[in-house]
């Protein structure tokens, strides 16, 4: 393409009027794809033939986007997870805004690198970070970071309750401890925090696993044993974990409780409210999570139960110096000057491991403008409502069983007719499961408690309706029936 030595540009659109055109057809199909996902089934799987068009080899040549985005129309958009449509309530996922559909492609527009530098985004972030806090009960003096997930902001939260364990952690590594160090959680905490600890150096043996009671709540008196006892054997317990919302069965371990053990033994109190934090909008829940606002860090998705655009998550730490003298660092290439762009408020990455970020607060400050906070409040109630619904139809149902208490969002049932064999229950149940999401009905993913297979809905779902619920119910009933009668 170089000619003449004149200078080339082939990544910029080369006819403007045609790019504007494309783009003005993408977002008429998209508002329409989001307008109608009710109408499409809930998932469809990759069929063979899309798997194949996928195995294209590096692209050497050029392609007119508009065949690009046919491509896209065909092997993409029909196979998609899903979690967009109102039936699906697989693992927990969000189901995003369509305001934040918009400010990804404002965000990406701008284009801002968030790392450095003075400029309104920066601010934007730092003001959607100020009313997390807010959110959450957490103080002004507080700080925070908006990560990509949740994974990221409890590796945050347990790097800066490591670091705070002992003063030469980061300059010494682990091999400057006297004492090893040890975490307390439930076996019911979530495996990102297991994650972290192997990451932090800490070892997942460092990780005393509490079991837990009928209602997966984590049990205080073995969690004081197990603390006594490390004591004794010359370990340092630092950290204490609490769960607001676990993945198994959306279960709240008794907060008031931990907060008393974590500030008598003086041990860092960091929650995982990956998705269940959220619930702290809700009236009800405001005094039984009222201990939340006195944790020392508290990690949650936006992306979950704000209903935020993937990927959108935050960690709040009480301490904010803790905080910045667990990742401070000023190389000579980041100095801050008076004015000019490297003027502006201290950067992101004195709070964190990442440099370049990306303008993920664009979403959340449009979505809570747009909507206001209380719409939200509003949303994550019905869902609750609607878990609370759900169980209810499943506890009328002869045929159905519900499997744990529902203290949240989350509820776990399975199929159980009269004389069937128990020891047969777990694999027709797996066979509802995946017949309810191979006809697109709907998305249930499953879980294992006290060693019986169950099915699972995790509402964190915008669009949802009651009779969403009423059909979930209805077909769990008729497939497992069908099946039930062609394998008893
Ligand atoms: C989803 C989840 C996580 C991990 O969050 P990501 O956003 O997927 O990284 C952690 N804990 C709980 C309880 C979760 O539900």
């Known amino acids: 393409m170089k000619s003449n030595g004149l200078e080339h540009h082939p ?11 494309t783009a003005h057809r993408m977002v008429d199909d998209m508002v329409d794809w989001m307008q109608t996902i009710r109408e499409k089934p809930a998932w469809q799987a990759p069929p063979p033939a899309v798997q194949e068009a996928i195995q294209e080899p590096l692209p050497e040549s050029q392609q007119p986007l508009d065949a690009v985005y046919e491509d896209f129309l065909k092997l993409i958009a029909p196979y998609n997870k899903g ?13 995003s805004l369509p305001v934040g559909v918009l400010a990804e492609f ?31 009960g957490f103080p002004d003096s507080a700080s925070g970071l908006l990560v990509s997930g949740a994974s990221t902001a409890n590796l945050t939260g347990l790097a800066v309750a490591r670091n705070n364990a002992q003063s030469n952690i980061r300059q010494k590594g682990l091999h400057s401890l006297e004492k090893p160090l040890t975490v307390y959680a439930s076996v019911e905490t979530h495996s990102c925090l297991q994650k972290s600890l192997e990451v932090l150096g800490l070892g997942t043996d460092a990780m005393r696993k509490i079991p837990v009671d009928n209602h997966y709540r984590i049990r205080i ?56 934090a959220l619930a702290y909008l809700v009236p009800e829940f405001r005094k039984p999570l009222a201990a939340m606002t006195e944790a020392d860090s508290l990690a949650f998705d936006l992306h979950k139960w704000m209903y935020m655009p993937y990927e959108a998550a935050c960690v709040l730490i009480r301490d904010t110096e803790a905080h910045r003298r667990s990742f401070h660092i000023a190389p000579s290439y980041l100095l801050k000057h008076e004015s000019g762009i490297a003027a502006g408020p201290e950067p992101f990455n004195h709070y964190g491991i990442s440099l370049s970020k990306g303008f993920t607060s664009l979403k959340i400050w449009m979505g809570l403008k747009t909507y206001g906070l209380q719409a939200f409040a509003d949303t994550i109630e019905q869902n609750i409502r609607q878990a609370r619904y759900l169980a209810e139809k499943i ?23 009269a004389d069937y064999p128990e020891e047969r229950l777990d694999a027709l149940n797996k066979s509802i499961v995946m ?47 069908e099946m039930a009668a062609t394998t008893a």
């Open 83 to 95: 979690n967009i449509h109102p039936r699906f309530w697989g693992w927990v996922e969000g189901s």
């Open 395 to 417: 506890e009328k149902e002869p045929k159905l069983e519900l499997m744990a208490p529902v203290a949240l969002n989350v509820v776990c049932y399975r199929y159980k007719p």
């Open 106 to 136: 404002l965000a990406a527009t701008l284009n801002p690198n968030l790392g450095i530098g003075d400029h309104s985004p920066v601010y934007i972030e730092r003001r959607v970070i100020d009313w997390c806090k807010s959110m959450m």
């Open 221 to 276: 008196p073995e969690l004081r044993a197990a603390i006594r006892e490390d004591r004794k054997k010359g370990l340092l317990p630092f950290c204490l974990i609490g769960n607001i919302g676990t993945a198994g069965t959306g279960s709240i371990d008794p907060l008031d409780e931990l907060l008393a053990v974590a500030r008598e033994e003086k041990l860092w109190f960091h929650i995982d409210g990956a998705f269940g």
């Open 11 to 21: 990544l910029e659109p080369q006819d403007w009027p045609a790019f504007r055109a």
């Open 435 to 481: 017949a309810v999401q191979d006809q697109g009905i709907a998305v249930p993913t499953s879980t294992i408690l006290n060693g019986h297979y169950v099915i699972r809905a995790a509402i964190t779902n915008h669009r949802s309706r009651f009779d969403d619920f009423d059909l979930l119910v209805k077909e769990t009933i008729r497939i497992g029936t």
